[in-house]
């Protein structure tokens, strides 16, 4: 059932975010915000990009008209209230992935994109682009991370579930 791989999605979201975000903890605030080769050029600024994106796309799947500009966003200059933010958002996911029927994955929603053009997607392949987007960024940071002296942690789907 769709219904719960998405769960499951959800609960991996909320583990793997909190093994990431322990670690961009242990950086200093310099750290986090140096630019680096990075499509939101740093650490910070794609932590924030990831906020962005899930506000976006879980705005859209509560039916609200949801723009996507400002992709690169600084919600939160403060990594210690972005992080708290995050966990309070992880929750939403989880809710709304909790919430989630067969009937809803199998409609669609219209939304406008970055570049303007109207768009009528299937939501099971959103809400899985949802998911995707998130382990994509997730991925970009644990590089980063590795460009530090921490050692990022490891993010496998298989070892973050494992009890």
């Avoid at 499951?8 to 310099?30: H, V």
């Amino acid at each position: 059932m769709l219904t719960k791989h998405f769960q499951l999605l959800a609960k991996y979201n909320t583990l793997a975010n909190r093994k990431l975000y322990e670690a961009c903890a242990q950086l200093s605030d310099d750290e986090r915000k140096q630019i680096r080769p990075a499509f939101f050029k740093s650490i910070h600024g794609t932590l924030n990009h990831i906020m962005v994106g899930d506000r976006i796309w879980l705005g859209r799947f509560e039916g609200k008209s949801m723009s996507s500009t400002n992709l690169d966003a600084i919600l939160f200059e403060n990594f210690d209230e972005l992080w708290q933010v995050r966990q309070a958002e992880d929750q939403r996911i989880e809710n709304f992935a909790a919430s989630l029927t067969e009937e809803f994955l199998s409609s669609t929603i219209e939304y406008t994109n970055n570049s303007g053009r109207v768009c009528n997607d299937p939501v099971d392949l959103l809400v899985a682009h949802f998911f995707n987007h998130q382990t994509h960024h997730r991925g970009q940071i644990h590089d980063m991370i590795s460009q530090t002296e921490i050692a990022p942690p490891s993010l496998d789907m298989h070892r973050v579930i494992r009890p």
